[in-house]
């Protein structure tokens, strides 16, 4: 297989001022030579455009693209060794799923045993076998985005490229499908850069997660390296769900000895939430004493701290229950301070009702502190 290197890639489209409008804004990239590498954002961030120059379908204008250590900036798509799966499948509707899958072998000139010899391997290993002579209008979408891939596969590229190949499935065929391309890297042993707006995709199948937000990026790591020590309150906010919950405030130092610090909220409707904060967290905003920060914890860390629950004093605070979300294994409970609204994960037999009024803790070894200027994780 192969690396892949983007170094100091831009994309910029002109505009009617000639200005031009910059969607890929200098981004430094490597994938490691049979990686699965996801790129996560919202729309618009610039991910399917940095795909599309990878696979030469776009041009850049400026920086390198390194394929195998090869420079591929004014190379052709055909002779980047490279093999894409659209979103949209781009499937020839005359043709049968064998002659989709051989056609690209057939453009190649390909003697006719390699040809049927690739497609029926392909096919045994995507279990599309019983379809080979059928026409895609006469399968699933799933089976239709399996016949994509195995058109991919048959080419045995260096590198395969996914853009958004399950946005068109359901729910329920888009957990299957995931699997088997999960799968199926596994089994290749290949170099993988797949696209998706979803963040469970990308939690669920990469070995590195790449996320992005307006042509930049913002956290390359592993799935819980981005879930457990996000870099800002972006990738925060962006892996997880239901996302981290974030509480604007300020840092104080309360009257009298100890390294501890207060969390204040920043709320000018009612009296604030505060509460104490652990020694790491105490550590790590000393610097922010007086200043403006962001209190981040995820659902399921925001722990309930009734009569019965050991929780040390000033460590919990009130908060209303605004709605209930039963989910089956887990109960979704919406709270809010007054001020702020978040979201606490707690067990289906636990029991809340709208309007009552309870009270939580924080689980401080698993939160994070933010500059609220800069975004950026205090560390």
């Keep these: 297989m192969a690396t892949v290197t983007l170094s100091r890639l831009v994309k910029r489209y002109p505009d009617k001022t000639g200005g031009g409008v910059t969607v890929v804004q200098g981004i430094d990239l490597e994938i490691r030579d049979r990686e699965f590498m996801v790129l996560v954002g919202p729309s618009g961030c610039g991910k399917s455009t940095t795909l599309r120059m990878v696979a030469g379908l776009e041009e850049i204008s400026g920086g390198t ?38 056609f690209g072998l057939r453009l190649r000139k390909f003697p006719q045993d390699e040809i049927d010899r690739r497609v029926r391997e392909a096919s045994a290993m995507l279990g599309l076998d019983p379809y080979l002579e059928r026409k895609p209008k006469a399968l699933s979408g799933g089976q239709r985005q399996r016949v994509a891939v195995g058109r991919a596969i048959v080419r045995k590229p260096k590198v395969f490229l996914f853009d958004e190949p ?59 390296g981005l879930y457990n020590h996000p870099d800002n309150v972006f990738v925060a906010g962006f892996i997880g769900s239901p996302s981290m919950n974030f509480f604007k405030g300020r840092l104080r130092k309360p009257a009298g ?43 399921e860390d925001v722990l309930d701290a009734g009569a019965d629950s050991p929780t040390p004093p000033g460590r919990s605070i009130e908060v209303a229950v605004d709605v209930t979300e039963p989910m089956g294994a887990e109960t979704y409970l919406y709270l809010n301070t007054g001020a702020t609204s ?38």
């Design 65 to 102: 693209i390194l394929i195998d250590g090869r420079v591929v900036n004014d190379v052709p798509p055909k002779d980047r060794d490279i093999a894409m799966v659209f979103q949209n499948y781009a499937l020839y509707p005359h043709m049968s799923v064998y002659e989709n899958m051989a």
């Design 342 to 379: 978040f979201i606490a994960r707690v067990r289906p037999t636990d029991r809340f009702q709208p309007g009552q009024a309870v009270r939580v803790s924080f689980k401080m070894e698993s939160a994070h502190l933010f500059d609220a200027v800069s975004e950026q994780v205090l560390r």
């Design 166 to 224: 399950l946005s068109n499935l359901d729910a329920k065929m888009r957990v299957s499908t995931r699997a088997e391309i999960a799968r199926l890297h596994a089994r290749l042993a290949a170099t993988m850069i797949y696209v998706t707006h979803d963040q469970v995709e990308a939690m669920t199948m990469g070995d590195r997660i790449c996320v992005m937000k307006d042509g930049r990026i913002m956290q390359v790591d592993a799935p819980l």
């Design 257 to 299: 000895p100890g390294p501890l610090l207060e969390f204040v909220e920043a709320n000018d409707k009612a009296e604030p939430a505060r509460f104490m904060l652990d020694a790491r967290l105490s550590a790590l905003g000393a610097s922010h004493v007086d200043k403006d920060v962001i209190f981040g914890i995820r659902p």
